[in-house]
């Protein structure tokens, strides 16, 4: 059996941080991807690897709670190299790592590196999706800066990134925390665009869409990570009124079956 020397955990709704989890298994030699969402469901989900990674996008300065979730779940064997990557949309700051950091230090382990990569905003309820020469030189500056990260994570550096407004983000990523009931009562599907394909179903990661005569109902487990709204190929599907009329997002990169929870 082929030794698995690193293991990168990733998590992602519109392919962002799947994008930049598989450049960094091109770069490093014996590097597996698992997906969040899919290990978040084993019993006691097990890493045992010299390097252990986890990409996932920034939601409200922080952790997506189910990136939060299974950091809190994982057991990390022995002491590996690990190291986090946040994905993001603006110009970066927050507080993802502190709380990464803080997780792991629990278990008695290390964050020992990590780093923000810019790419595009999926969060269309505040604003639309960049233009496409902003996507194309993002894409670009980011290629650039995962080589260089690929290189220090084979040189197992120890790499530390700022946290610039601490509270303040703290503040504004409870509060969101706070109304995660609420969530789901943001989003409406069209019924005369909806065409019943399933993927918002199939691509959410809570299981929180049902859908009894083919459109979707969201229950009340809504992590907000806006795979369904953005993976609708009819654009049937808003949150609130601010989407309307904004474009949809998917990393070029990326096809929709590998964005599919079930
Ligand atoms: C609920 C939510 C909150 C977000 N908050 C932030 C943020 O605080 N800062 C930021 O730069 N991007 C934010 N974004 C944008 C995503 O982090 C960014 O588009 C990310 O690269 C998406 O990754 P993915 O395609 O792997 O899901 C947010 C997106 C969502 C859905
Ligand atoms: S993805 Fe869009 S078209 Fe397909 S079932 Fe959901 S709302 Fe309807
Ligand atoms: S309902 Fe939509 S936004 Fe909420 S967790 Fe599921 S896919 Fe993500």
Request: proline content about 5%; hydrophobic content about 40%; glycine content about 6%.
């Amino acid at each position: 059996m082929r030794e698995i020397r690193t293991v990168i955990y990733y998590y992602s709704a519109t392919g962002n941080s799947l994008y930049v989890a598989r450049e960094l298994q091109q770069a490093i030699n014996g590097v597996e991807i698992r997906s969040i969402v899919q290990a978040i469901q084993e019993d006691k989900p097990e890493a045992k690897a010299d390097c252990v990674g986890f990409v996932f996008p920034m939601h409200y300065f922080g952790l997506p709670l189910q990136v939060e979730e299974f950091l809190h779940k994982l057991t990390i064997l022995e002491s590996p190299y690990i190291f986090a990557i946040a994905t993001c949309g603006v110009p970066y700051w927050g507080r993802p790592f502190v709380d990464a950091a803080k997780i792991l230090q629990e278990k008695n382990q290390q964050l020992q590196a990590a780093w923000y990569v810019r790419l595009v905003s999926n969060y269309i309820p505040w604003r639309d999706i960049a233009a496409d020469w902003q996507i194309a030189v993002r894409a670009w500056l980011a290629e650039r800066k995962l080589k260089k990260i690929a290189s220090a994570i084979g040189t197992r550096e120890q790499h530390e990134t700022w946290q610039l407004l601490r509270k303040f983000c703290a503040g504004y990523h409870d509060k969101w925390k706070a109304r995660q009931q609420e969530i789901a009562e943001n989003f409406q599907c069209d019924k005369e665009v909806c065409t019943s394909c399933g993927l918002c179903e199939r691509i959410c990661p809570k299981g929180n869409i049902l859908r009894p005569q083919g459109q979707p109902i969201w229950q009340q487990d809504c992590v907000e990570c806006l795979g369904c709204l953005h993976i609708c190929p009819t654009e049937a599907i808003n949150y609130g009124e601010q989407t309307k009329g904004r474009k949809r997002y998917r990393h070029q990169l990326v096809k929709p079956a590998d964005l599919l929870q079930r």
